[in-house]
């Protein structure tokens, strides 16, 4: 991932990491982690996923540096569009109102059932070249599609805000980030 540059370090215990995480998310479906899971049967697996990602995420917080967890949330920002959106620290951030939340929840809904539409109608694993490149060109006609909606419900001040929030790190978050000579 472009910026992140681990070192070998990070990347075996990252590589440890996600072999734990696989190990936990195995022992919640297994019903071994004590989570007090509520709601409908058929949300239990995405509650342990949640659980098991947030523990995974703490961790991998630990691991890396400070200019790395910028370039991780950047890419994460990116990649998930506008999903990202429904954050609690990006919605805090853009001081999103109530009405603007509905809305974006919408939008999102949205994306989600066209997803599902598209993979059922290429598989989530394509048999061949052109059905691949096709699934990519429609999932990123939709992502794109479905931010310039979100975008367009910001105000000037949130959009500016937004591009804050995705702009790429730089060398001055690097200083910035810089470990205190105690920390090294």
Do not use: C
């Not at 022992?27 to 409908?40: E, M």
């Not at 342990?48 to 949330?73: H, Y």
């Not at 509905?102 to 598989?123: N, S």
């Not at 419900?153 to 470990?179: A, F, G, H």
């Amino acid at each position: 991932m472009k910026g992140v540059s681990l070192t070998e370090d990070q990347t075996a215990q990252i590589t440890k990491l996600e072999a734990q995480r696989e190990e936990r998310l195995k022992q919640g479906r297994q019903g071994n982690l004590n989570l007090k899971l509520s709601g409908p049967q058929e949300t239990f697996d995405a509650q342990i996923v949640k659980f098991v990602n947030q523990e995974t995420g703490m961790t991998l917080v630990e691991i890396l540096s400070p200019i790395q967890r910028k370039w991780l949330e950047h890419h994460l920002l990116i990649a998930n569009g506008v999903e990202a959106f429904i954050w609690p620290d990006v919605m805090k951030e853009l001081r999103l109102s109530t009405e603007q939340r509905k809305q974006i929840q919408t939008i999102i809904e949205k994306h989600r059932d066209q997803l599902r539409t598209v993979i059922k109608e290429f598989g989530v694993a394509p048999k061949d070249f052109e059905s691949s490149v096709a699934l990519v060109k429609k999932v990123e006609s939709l992502k794109k599609g479905d931010l310039e909606q979100v975008l367009a419900i910001l105000t000037r001040e949130q959009l500016n805000q937004w591009k804050t929030i995705i702009r790429k790190p730089s060398r001055d978050d690097e200083v910035e980030s810089s470990p205190n000579p105690k920390d090294r």
